[in-house]
């Protein structure tokens, strides 16, 4: 049975931050398990812990009722140990350091300002907004205070209940912890486990449903975590409830966890590609992007065929790679991004190396209301496609701006060996045997998760799968005629500089597209 200890490094773990120092034992295994399933290396981007005081494992399990409404929310269930004393300042600054009371410095009832470094420093030191709502004068309102934390003291437990509502759906907080005590307050002055005790536990399961549904309508873009995280149990003596000894009843505890992957829109894929503008530019001009260095931008190059005095627009420039490319081969190039922190990092490049390129902070599906009349003789878009919601709209904005009988050049991934599970079959010594895939047709919205060892550092990133009947049609209601389409492979003599290089040399990776704009087409579609 783990520790409490243990909340600490399963927070940071799900944040993808280094634990505090003094933090004691492993992320819980089930739900570091269970997040990389769903999330990969990536990260949550917000997370909930709801803290009710004292519901013991014990309590909970003599009440399936109650038990199955806080599975129903949170159906990660793991078996924890409190601290000694099982008591509650000492108990939450063990939760939130990640060490034992010998080295927080809690070891009775007194509430002191923690000096150890806790989850929330981490958390701040990551650039992450952290929140804590509590009963006004409650431990966890007051031993974690002096911190660059916003702090909600309230009357009583509907009070931070309702202020917890307000700050999910203001969506200001990255991580917000919620504590309530009424159970706790019930016991001491009945029993544990009488009428009273079972109507103040039921008070919070109820807390905790209604916070889980506002997290469900509020923070559905995001990968979230939300947790259930009581810090002892208690157990009655002559007709009162107590807790603090070492028994079963005090110090064993289930805590509950809900890991859920966010819905992509057009804002997370924004925050991701201006989050990940430094690791993407050390990706590419690293040379550890070896697929678009040796494969995918040498092809969508040729597929533009003779660029020399054109004016091409480069759709989804990035940190303007492909926009170098062509300007270098003689073509008047206008680069794209919705993502001003890309576009800062060719326009760094642009200032240390001119090639006449003008960058602009851009959508690409709304090009066309910046241009209203054809003016391109090419439009380009180098893997792009994939990271933007509205294809269709994007191919028609491009037609748009296009002059007639001019052509479109685009590269993406392969729908055939990209969809939503792929998986290499190895053998013993590690060598790929087979990929295996499946979910062709499960298209929409999903994430990429950046995670491979030769990125500075990992990040999700959205994505909007297509089959290639349903990017056909996109292209196709746009007004484009599709005039060849490649599957670039590297060679023989590629393979074997870069071995890396040949799983695509068996498998497809990558589609080029060449479209054209009709001579007669004017307006468009």
């Known amino acids: 049975m783990s520790s409490i200890t243990a909340v600490t490094p399963t927070i940071c773990r799900l944040f993808g931050i280094e634990a505090p120092a003094v933090a ?38 003599a009440r399936p009722g109650l038990l199955g409404r806080i599975r129903q929310a949170a159906p990660l269930s793991c078996e924890l140990r409190a601290v000694l004393p099982a008591k509650t300042p000492i108990c939450f600054a063990s939760m939130f350091t990640g060490s034992q009371p010998e080295v927080h410095g809690i070891r009775t009832l007194e509430r002191p300002v923690l000096k150890t470094d806790t989850v929330f420093d981490a958390l701040l030191r990551s650039g992450f907004r952290v929140a804590i709502i509590a009963v006004e004068g409650s431990s966890i ?31 200001r907080h990255d991580f917000i912890l919620s504590y309530v005590q009424e159970y706790d307050d019930t016991l001491h002055v009945t029993t544990h486990d009488g009428a009273e005790a079972e109507s103040a536990a039921e008070r919070h399961v109820a807390q905790f449903e209604r916070l889980s549904a506002q997290i469900e309508q509020h923070w559905s873009q995001y990968h979230r975590a939300l947790a259930f995280v009581p ?150 878009a180098a893997y792009s496609i994939g990271d933007m919601p509205d294809a269709e709209a994007v191919f028609r904005a491009a037609y748009r701006v296009l002059k007639p009988g001019c052509r479109m050049a685009f590269s993406d991934a392969h729908p055939c060996t990209d969809p939503p599970f792929r998986e290499w079959e190895r053998d013993e010594q590690g060598r790929k045997l087979s990929l295996k895939i499946d979910r062709y047709f499960e298209t929409g919205p999903g994430y990429c998760f950046w995670n491979m060892p030769r990125l500075k550092y990992h990040w999700n990133a959205p994505v909007w799968r297509r089959t290639i009947e349903e990017l056909c049609t996109a292209i196709a209601n746009a007004g484009f005629l599709i005039r060849h389409i490649a599957e670039p492979r590297p060679t023989p003599e590629q393979v074997t500089r870069g071995p890396d290089l040949e799983d695509c040399y068996r498998l497809p990776y990558t589609l080029v597209f060449q479209l054209v704009k009709q001579e007669d087409a004017e307006s468009g579609p």
């Open 24 to 61: 004691q034992g492993q992320p819980l295994p089930l739900v570091a398990r269970t997040a990389y399933d769903i999330v990969g290396r990536g990260r949550v981007d917000r997370m909930l812990m709801f803290a009710p005081d004292a519901l013991g494992l014990r309590f909970l399990e």
């Open 141 to 171: 309102d007051r031993i974690f205070r002096e911190r660059d934390i916003d702090y909600f003291s309230e009357k009583y437990d509907p009070g931070v209940v309702e202020r917890t509502l307000e700050l999910i759906s203001a969506d």
């Open 231 to 380: 810090d002892h149990g208690a157990h009655t003596v002559n007709s009162q409830g107590t807790h603090g000894d070492d028994i079963p009843e005090d110090t064993e505890l289930l805590h509950f966890w809900r890991i859920s992957p966010g819905i992509p829109t057009a804002e997370t894929a924004l925050r991701a590609w201006n989050s990940a503008a430094e690791a993407w530019d050390d990706f590419v001009q690293s040379g550890n992007d070896w697929y678009r260095l040796e494969v995918h931008g040498p092809a969508l190059l040729r597929a533009c065929g003779d660029v020399r005095g054109l004016k091409v627009l480069d759709l989804g420039c990035g940190q303007g790679y492909f926009s170098r490319q062509l300007a270098r081969v003689g073509a008047k190039v206008t680069g794209v991004d919705f993502s001003e922190n890309q576009v800062a990092s060719a326009r760094k490049y642009e200032t240390g190396d001119p090639l006449g390129i003008e960058y602009l902070v851009m959508d690409a599906a709304k090009v066309d209301k910046h241009w209203p009349h054809p003016v391109f003789d090419l439009v380009t």
